[in-house]
């Protein structure tokens, strides 16, 4: 992929040197020591004050080639034009290594996340939850078509993107499928720690992030007629061939084997949203209402693969 210049937000600059921006899950380092000289100061002080920067990248490489100030009409066009989700969810701290099979994916038992008192309408069964699944999956960019949406979706490039998948699938599960559908968001933001996945989908290379965006569902198991619960599970063909758990989706970023040396594979928070929110922004999240961020990065990455 050639290099990229976006006007992005800066979530953190870490002890080590990586950058983590809001609108990429990848994690960025610079690309030389006179860059990350010129640099950091400027950007530690745009997380203080969330004032966007002009970032030129090299997603190859995970390099961040250039940094520019903004003009002050700049970035009030910016901040005019971001909408932010009202009342955010809060971000909980959480070890995967403890979470109950069962448990921790029980919506009505343990996941009292406001989010899901905005809508009722859960999805009723397993298989319908896979119908949904596969029809997200069928539109992947690298079938080559026909699809069942514009533009197509690039699961099979899982190196960022997530937050427009993520999106345009929500899009699908509300609008063709007439279900709810919240999104829940993983963080490795905690020192060194990063989300660590192999893409065996898309050529078994191991891939890294600071953050994780998926479609989050509610879905009625029911158990010898006697009584259902309803269990949250989430719609990744990213990761995965069919619906899983909450738990399963959170433990799967947790590789050790794809873990970089001096890293630590771990979940540090997750926080589940109204399936509105679009990327981090700060202590909340931004929004697409109008899916024209969503698409436009869907046809950036259509071409793009993982490995």
């Known amino acids: 992929m050639a290099r990229e210049t976006d006007i992005l937000t800066v979530h953190a600059v870490r002890e080590n040197?990586?950058?983590l921006f809001n609108e990429r899950q990848q994690v960025f380092t610079p690309s030389s020591a006179s860059e990350a000289s010129d640099s950091f100061a400027f950007l530690r002080d745009a997380v203080k004050k969330d004032t966007p920067v002009r970032a030129t990248l090299e997603p190859k490489r995970g390099t961040v080639e250039k940094i520019e100030m903004l003009k002050p009409e700049e970035i009030d066009e910016f901040r005019r034009t971001r909408t932010l989700l009202e009342d955010p969810a809060k971000f909980v701290k959480i070890d995967v290594r403890t979470l109950d099979p069962i448990l921790s994916n029980a919506v009505d038992l343990r996941l009292k996340w406001p989010a899901f008192k905005l809508c009722n309408k859960v999805i009723p069964s397993f298989a319908k939850?896979?119908?949904?699944?596969?029809?997200?999956?069928?539109?992947?960019?690298?079938?080559?078509?026909?699809?069942g949406i514009t533009p197509c979706i690039p699961f099979q490039y899982v190196i960022d993107g997530c937050y427009a998948r993520a999106h345009k699938?929500?899009?699908?599960?509300?609008?063709?499928?007439k279900f709810c559908c919240e999104k829940v968001f993983s963080f490795a933001?905690?020192?060194n720690d990063r989300l660590c996945v192999k893409a065996d989908k898309w050529g078994g290379c191991c891939v890294t992030w600071w953050y994780h965006v998926a479609p989050l569902v509610r879905v009625k198991f029911k158990f010898h007629h006697l009584f259902s619960v309803n269990l949250a599970m989430v719609i990744d063909?990213?990761?995965f061939d069919?619906?899983?758990f909450l738990s399963t989706w959170l433990g799967a970023q947790e590789n050790?084997?794809?873990t970089p040396p001096n890293k630590t594979a771990h979940v540090s928070r997750y926080s589940i949203q109204a399936g509105s929110a679009y990327t981090?922004?700060?202590?909340g999240f931004s929004t697409d209402p109008n899916y024209v961020a969503t698409d436009a990065k869907l046809i950036q990455y259509a071409n793009l693969v993982t490995c």
Not at 129 to 147: H, K, M, N, V, Y
Not at 169 to 177: A, C, G, S
């Open 129 to 147: 939850a896979q119908e949904i699944f596969d029809f997200c999956a069928a539109q992947t960019c690298s079938l080559g078509g026909p699809f």
């Open 280 to 283: 981090p922004s700060g202590n």
């Open 169 to 177: 699938m929500r899009k699908i599960i509300t609008e063709k499928y």
């Open 17 to 19: 040197n990586e950058i």
């Open 189 to 191: 933001d905690e020192g």
């Open 237 to 239: 063909p990213g990761m």
């Open 242 to 244: 069919g619906p899983v």
């Open 256 to 258: 050790a084997i794809c």
